[in-house]
């Protein structure tokens, strides 16, 4: 006897494929391959130890509260830490302005799940983070995109796809942007840009999420002011995490904005998850109230700066005139551009034999184009391998071009 599980998923679970970046590093597990494709943190730059005696510290004092359920907000002293932390910048609010999620990613879910009806539409970057594409995917939302240049999201398309998209009698919820050193391109939104995208939101009633996990991790330039601290109407909601300035692992990050959409995303997460573990709570409160996240944040810039220059070198020194690629002032990822005859997902294979993996660009453009881009990520891998990474695939594009 077997079971058809096919007749049995709904209609979202058969709709609803493995994601590419997901299927590639299943690929990329010979050691041999240099993989460019993740968009994991290094780990050189976990506190390792500092955790170690917190964890300890925290079960052998703490252990009743620790291992037991929480509320579905979050630990208010770790809320407060968080809010402190983000009022340095301007990103003002208080406890009920913020929920603590299991990850962004959960933040993204939950977005989806408060916003999304069937047929709604969410405005996204061309190209934008994938796994905020699937959330949004996942509740029957419709991607509209919008092209970036070097300064982010382009403001009069945006603002002709909100009125063509009103005059079809679509409901446009939200926008989506990843502010700075995007996921997958690299690029982050100027200031002006920023000012336009609240003055476009305020005009057409949308609310605009700010995915910003990568805020911190900047290497040169002067810091913009995030959007959310621009705004005084409550239009925004901000997504920050611990995942790239302290550790994945955790599973910790928060959504900042209006209370009401606050306080209903709270009700939403309960029939997900309940809370957030108690546990990574308290770790990572104690961690922040001792004062060590800053410091960690510098030192993770100074591995993460290097890194992007050898990069940026190693695609100056190996790859053809033909490609062009963004320059990021910080963050973890790199978009090339090759010749519009080259299909990256087609290359793809050849470069797994020449031992060098990336992720082919289409997935990221939810307008079906692309497919002469790829993500580069400089996050994981060392040095070495960056260069020796790029030097193969160099080789690989070099095949393609034609003279
Ligand atoms: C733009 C963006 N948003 C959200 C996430 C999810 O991060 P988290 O580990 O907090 O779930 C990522 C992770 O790579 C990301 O790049």
């Not at 494709?37 to 079960?59: S, W, Y």
């Not at 999304?116 to 029957?140: C, K, M, Q, R, T």
């Not at 797994?352 to 692309?370: L, M, Q, R, S, T």
Request: net charge neutral; hydrophobic share 40%.
């Amino acid at each position: 006897m077997s079971i058809n599980t096919e007749e049995f998923y709904s209609i979202l679970a058969s709709k609803m494929e493995g994601s590419v970046i997901r299927e590639i590093l299943k690929l990329v597990q010979n050691p041999e391959v240099v993989s460019l494709a993740g968009g994991m943190p290094d780990p050189a730059t976990f506190p390792v130890e500092d955790i170690k005696k917190i964890t300890q510290k925290v079960l052998s004092k703490n252990s009743a509260r620790a291992l037991q359920y929480s509320t579905t907000e979050g630990l208010p002293e770790l809320r407060r830490c968080i809010l402190d932390y983000l009022a340095k910048d301007g990103n003002n609010g208080e406890l009920e302005n913020i929920i603590i999620s299991s990850g962004s990613q959960q933040g993204l879910d939950l977005v989806g799940k408060v916003f999304l009806n069937p047929g709604d539409i969410a405005i996204v970057e061309l190209p934008s983070y994938l796994a905020a594409l699937n959330a949004f995917h996942s509740y029957g939302g419709e991607l509209a995109g919008v092209p970036m240049d070097d300064e982010g999201m382009q403001m009069d398309i945006l603002e002709e796809k909100l009125t063509q998209l009103k005059n079809e009698g679509k409901k446009v919820k939200f926008i989506y942007t990843i502010s700075n050193f995007q996921n997958p391109a690299g690029v982050t939104m100027s200031l002006a840009r920023r000012k336009k995208i609240i003055e476009i939101a305020h005009k057409f009633n949308v609310f605009i999420v700010e995915d910003n996990p990568y805020e911190k991790l900047r290497f040169e330039g002067e810091p913009i002011p995030s959007i959310y601290s621009l705004d005084n109407n409550g239009f925004v909601l901000s997504l920050g995490t611990f995942s790239k300035i302290l550790c994945p692992g955790l599973r910790l990050a928060w959504v900042l904005g209006n209370k009401d959409i606050i306080s209903k995303m709270a009700i939403l997460k309960q029939a997900t998850d309940l809370c957030t573990s108690i546990l990574t709570q308290i770790i990572a409160y104690e961690y922040c109230k001792s004062g060590k996240l800053e410091e960690n944040i510098r030192s993770n810039i100074q591995i993460y700066k290097r890194k992007r220059d050898v990069i940026l070198n190693a695609l100056d020194k190996y790859f053809p005139q033909e490609v062009t690629w963004t320059k990021p002032q910080g963050g973890f990822f790199v978009v090339a551009t090759l010749p519009e005859y080259i299909d990256t997902g087609e290359m793809f294979k050849e470069a797994i034999e020449e031992k060098v993996a990336y992720v082919p660009g289409g997935p990221f453009f939810a307008d079906g184009k692309g497919k002469n881009t790829m993500r580069l990520s400089f996050c994981y891998p060392s040095v070495e391998d960056i260069d020796e990474g790029i030097k193969r695939l160099g080789k690989v594009i070099k095949k393609r071009i034609k003279n």
